[in-house]
């Protein structure tokens, strides 16, 4: 079963502004972890952010911020004021803890073109 | 602080060939990663060790795929024999522990044709 959905279409955002992608997740546990990273066409898996499932507050990174909704299982990443450099695919990932096999469940990734 | 090292980059072979990936992981991280990702796809665990012992490879095709971590510090991949089907991108990340973030490498594109 998938656990994590990112449906998202291509996307197309203009530089300095704002974009937000979608990601719900599917888990049964209390505790776990939703990660986002983002992969250049370079081909490295960067780490952007962490949230974990017992944090108040939402996570935030620099230019990056994490919109938790625990109710809604959704965590969708927020990446303020774009760069050129953003441009990239976008993966959000879910680890549960505990539980036997420690694994990250990657989504199918959200693609994101930043236009001067 | 030098990142995951992966090699090669890029590796073409033939069916029925064997091949080889590289993994050198950041220092001190005891937990390490194999992830497959197809075109258009996540990541997919294929197996992952900690220190030296393998505690998941539940997703690794056994009848084609081995990996080894000797010493607890590099792996390796191997596949034997490559099918077509297997043409992919192979990422290795290592974390300082399970819990821990992961860092990934640039990954290995392999074609097989």
């Known amino acids: 079963a998938q656990k994590i959905t990112q449906t998202q279409p291509g996307m197309f955002v203009q530089e300095k502004e704002a974009v937000t992608l979608d990601c719900t997740y599917d888990?049964?546990?209390?505790?776990?972890?939703l990660f986002w990273y983002k992969q250049p066409s370079s081909g490295e898996m960067i780490f952007l952010i962490y949230?974990?499932?017992?944090?108040?507050q939402n996570a935030t990174e620099g230019r990056y911020s994490l919109n938790f909704q625990k109710a809604r299982k959704s965590a969708n990443l927020v990446i303020s004021a774009s760069q050129l450099g953003d441009s990239a695919m976008y993966f959000c990932?879910?680890?549960?803890?505990?539980?036997?096999?420690?694994?990250?469940?990657f989504g199918k990734g959200n693609q994101v073109v930043v236009i001067p | 602080e030098a990142g995951v090292v992966q090699s090669p980059r890029y590796k073409i072979i033939e069916k029925k060939q064997p091949v080889a990936f590289w993994c050198n992981p950041i220092s001190g991280h005891n937990t390490l990663y194999w992830y497959l990702q197809n075109l258009g796809q996540g990541p997919e665990l294929l197996i992952r060790?900690?220190?030296?012992?393998?505690?998941?490879d539940s997703q690794l095709p056994k009848d084609r795929f081995s990996a080894e971590r000797l010493k607890g510090v590099d792996s390796t991949l191997k596949i034997q024999p490559a099918e077509l089907g297997d043409s992919a991108v192979y990422l290795c990340?290592?974390?300082?522990?399970?819990?821990?973030?992961?860092?990934f490498g640039q990954g290995t594109r392999l074609t097989v044709v």
């Open positions: 949230q974990g499932s017992y944090d108040e």
């Open positions: 888990t049964s546990d209390q505790s776990y972890g």
């Open positions: 060790y900690e220190n030296e012992e393998a505690v998941d």
């Open positions: 990340a290592s974390s300082l522990n399970q819990r821990s973030e992961a860092f």
């Open positions: 990932a879910m680890r549960e803890v505990p539980y036997g096999n420690n694994r990250l469940a």
